[in-house]
C-alpha cells in the first residue's frame, strides 16, 4: 500500500469515526446533569439500609458484591497467570544482573533514598491499614489499601537491597494472603447462605453508621480484598524483579 | 468551580498528548506516571476520590512500575543475545 492509498483510507475512515462521534456527543445529557435514578434512590437509602457512610463502598461490597467477587477473581487470575508465565523454564541460566557487571556496576543506592525510604515504610504500611479498615466509612477500601500495603514492599526494595526485599518477602505467608484473600470474599458470601439468606446477603449486624465496627459484612469484605490484592500485588512485583535482577541459578526448582 | 474542572480537563488533554508525543519506551512509562497522578486529580475534582485512589495507586505506581521492569528485562535480554552469538 502506497503512502498516497495509506492516507486516502485514513481520512476516508476518520471521517466516518469522527462523524459518528459527533453524532453520539449530541446526544449526550448536558453537562453536569445526572439522568438515572439509581444514583439518586442509593443516595437516598444507603446510609440508613447498610449504616455504611460510603455509599460507594456500599454498590461494590453490598448491592452489586457478585460483581466485585467477580472482579476480584479476574485480578487472581491474572497474577495466577504472571506467576506461571514468569516460572523458571528449562533452559535458563543464571545470569548476573547489569549492575554486577564489572565495567557497568551501577552506584550504590544514596543515603537520602535509603532514609526516605525507610522513614516512610512504616507510615505507608500504618496508611495502607488504615485505608482498608475504614473502607465502608470513607473513600478507600481494600483495592486502593491492599496496593498501597504492596509499595511498601516496593519502598524496600527502593531503600535496601534485593536480597533484603527476599528475606522480608516470605513467599508462604504472600500465597497464604493471596488465597486467603480469595477465599474469604466467597466465605463471606456463604455465611449468608448458612444464614439462609441469599449468597452475599448483609447477614451480620449493621451497627451504627460511622463506627469502625459498622455496615455488617462490608468490612470484613473490605479485609479479604486488601489481603488478596496486597498478595497479589508483592507477587507480580517480586515475579518481575526476579525476572530483571536475579535470573535462576542452573537446577533451581521454584 | 467550573474554572477548576476546565483546568483539569486541559491538564488532562495536554497530559495524554504528551504521553503520546514522547517516543522512549522508558521516559513514557515516567511521563505515562505523571499523566496517572492527573486523571486523579480529575477524579477528585469531580468527586470521586474512591477512584482517585485507585487510579494513582494503579496508574501513578503499578502501572509504570510493571512497564519499566518489563523494560529492563528486554534490554537485558538484548545484552544477552549479543554475547551468546547466536
Given at each position: 500500500?502506497?503512502?498516497?492509498?495509506?492516507?486516502?483510507?485514513?481520512?476516508?475512515?476518520?471521517?466516518?469515526?469522527?462523524?459518528?462521534?459527533?453524532?453520539?456527543?449530541?446526544g449526550l445529557p448536558d453537562y453536569g446533569v445526572y439522568v438515572g435514578p439509581y444514583g439518586d434512590v442509593l443516595n437516598a437509602v444507603a446510609v440508613g439500609e447498610r449504616?455504611?457512610?460510603?455509599?460507594?463502598?456500599?454498590?461494590t461490597f453490598d448491592y452489586r458484591g457478585v460483581d466485585t467477587m467477580g472482579e476480584e477473581f479476574i485480578l487472581f487470575a491474572a497474577v495466577v497467570g504472571v506467576a506461571i508465565v514468569l516460572r523458571a523454564q528449562r533452559g535458563e541460566t543464571e545470569q548476573p544482573p547489569d549492575e554486577d557487571a564489572?565495567?557497568?556496576?551501577?552506584?550504590?543506592?544514596?543515603?537520602?533514598?535509603r532514609v526516605l525510604g525507610l522513614a516512610l515504610l512504616g507510615p505507608v504500611v500504618l496508611f495502607g491499614i488504615y485505608v482498608v479498615a475504614h473502607g465502608h466509612l470513607s473513600p478507600g477500601g481494600g483495592?486502593?489499601?491492599?496496593?498501597?500495603?504492596?509499595?511498601?514492599?516496593?519502598l524496600v526494595y527502593l531503600s535496601g537491597e534485593y536480597v533484603t526485599l527476599r528475606r522480608v518477602r516470605p513467599v508462604a505467608l504472600i500465597d497464604l494472603s493471596e488465597?486467603?484473600?480469595?477465599?474469604?470474599?466467597?466465605?463471606?458470601?456463604?455465611?449468608?447462605?448458612?444464614?439462609?439468606?441469599?449468597?452475599?446477603e448483609n447477614v451480620l449486624p449493621l451497627g451504627r453508621p460511622g463506627?469502625?465496627?459498622?455496615?455488617g459484612t462490608i468490612p470484613l469484605i473490605n479485609l479479604s480484598v486488601g489481603l488478596e490484592v496486597a498478595g497479589g500485588f508483592v507477587l507480580l512485583l517480586s515475579e518481575f524483579l526476579e525476572q530483571t535482577l536475579v535470573l535462576r541459578r542452573p537446577g533451581e526448582v521454584t | 468551580m467550573i474554572v477548576l474542572e476546565a483546568a483539569v480537563f486541559l491538564l488532562v488533554a495536554a497530559g495524554g498528548t504528551a504521553v503520546a508525543l514522547t517516543r522512549d519506551p522508558l521516559n513514557q512509562a515516567i511521563v505515562a506516571s505523571f499523566y496517572g497522578l492527573i486523571l486523579g486529580i480529575m477524579f477528585l475534582v469531580f468527586q470521586a476520590p474512591d477512584v482517585a485512589l485507585s487510579q494513582i495507586t494503579v496508574g501513578a505506581v503499578a502501572l509504570p512500575l510493571m512497564i519499566v521492569l518489563a523494560l529492563a528485562k528486554v534490554r537485558a535480554l538484548a545484552g544477552g543475545r549479543k554475547d551468546d552469538a547466536g
Open positions: 500500500m502506497t503512502p498516497a492509498v495509506r492516507r486516502r483510507v485514513f481520512l476516508a475512515a476518520a471521517v466516518v469515526a469522527g462523524g459518528l462521534l459527533l453524532w453520539g456527543l449530541t449504616k455504611a457512610t460510603n455509599v460507594v463502598a456500599a454498590v564489572a565495567d557497568r556496576r551501577a552506584p550504590g543506592t544514596s543515603n537520602a533514598v483495592f486502593q489499601g491492599g496496593v498501597v500495603l504492596a509499595t511498601a514492599a516496593l488465597s486467603t484473600g480469595a477465599a474469604g470474599y466467597v466465605a463471606v458470601g456463604l455465611l449468608g447462605l448458612a444464614a439462609g439468606a441469599a449468597f452475599l463506627a469502625l465496627l459498622s455496615a | -
